[in-house]
């Protein structure tokens, strides 16, 4: 079946370290996102790609990092940088030039810094 | 700027009745999209239905209905006949068409939780 897969699922770190969550989707869908996911935040844009070897910043892009080497990939690392790393992290694609550009979302990535 | 506000944090509805979750909006944009998603306790985002600023009609996806309020700038998601499933969160969000083909100018509400009693 087609969808994204994001791992790990649940993901421990000790303050200091780098981490990178993966995201693979099988849609053929041109555009990628990460999102962070805050208790009573409601989501927050960090980084998107709408094309293979390019993306850009989001909201909150500050201490992370991102690739997107191949289409159906886009990696995010969570570097020692950000402050406050703990939360829920969604990896979501869309259809570049889609009628109504809706999200297709992963089941997410749940961040938790010892 | 451009918000989107959902007032009911928590909602509560007894199976097989109607609920109505509320979602106002606010843009100076003529063009916009709105969406509803859904997200269980698994965690992922379901997508449930889109009404374009434009559309006449109101749009329906089965179950789901987008009560659309143009003049009140209201965007409220009816779910008829709940079921247990429907037990969630579930989130507003706009997207500015300015941007189109680029979801950067996805606004998100912060949600409704909704529980559906047996």
């Known amino acids: 079946d087609g969808g994204i897969t994001q791992s790990p699922k649940y993901l421990f770190r000790k303050e200091g370290q780098n981490v990178t969550l993966s995201c693979e989707q099988n849609?053929?869908?041109?555009?990628m996102y990460w999102y962070r996911q805050d208790p009573g935040q409601g989501l927050r844009l960090i980084y998107y790609s709408q094309i293979v070897n390019d993306f850009q910043k989001g909201d909150i892009a500050e201490g992370y990092s991102v690739s997107r080497e191949k289409k159906e990939s886009f990696p995010l690392t969570v570097t020692s940088a950000q402050k406050n790393p703990t939360a829920f992290y969604l990896c979501a694609s869309s259809i570049r030039q889609g009628h109504t550009g809706e999200l297709f979302f992963g089941e997410g990535s749940r961040l938790t810094v010892l | 700027a451009q918000k989107i506000t959902q007032t009911q944090p928590g909602m509560f509805v007894q199976e097989k009745e109607a609920v109505t979750l509320d979602c106002t909006y606010d843009t100076s944009d003529q063009s916009y999209g709105l969406f509803w998603y859904k997200q269980p306790s698994s965690g992922e985002m379901i997508f449930l239905i889109y009404q374009g600023s434009y559309d006449e009609q109101n749009a329906t996806e089965g179950r789901y209905s987008l009560n659309f309020q143009k003049a009140r700038k209201s965007a409220n998601l009816v779910i008829s006949a709940s079921q247990l499933g429907d037990s969630a969160m579930y989130f507003c969000a706009m997207r500015d068409f300015l941007n189109a083909g680029n979801n950067r100018k996805l606004i998100w509400g912060l949600g409704t939780s909704l529980a559906v009693n047996p």
């Open positions: 849609l053929n869908h041109d555009a």
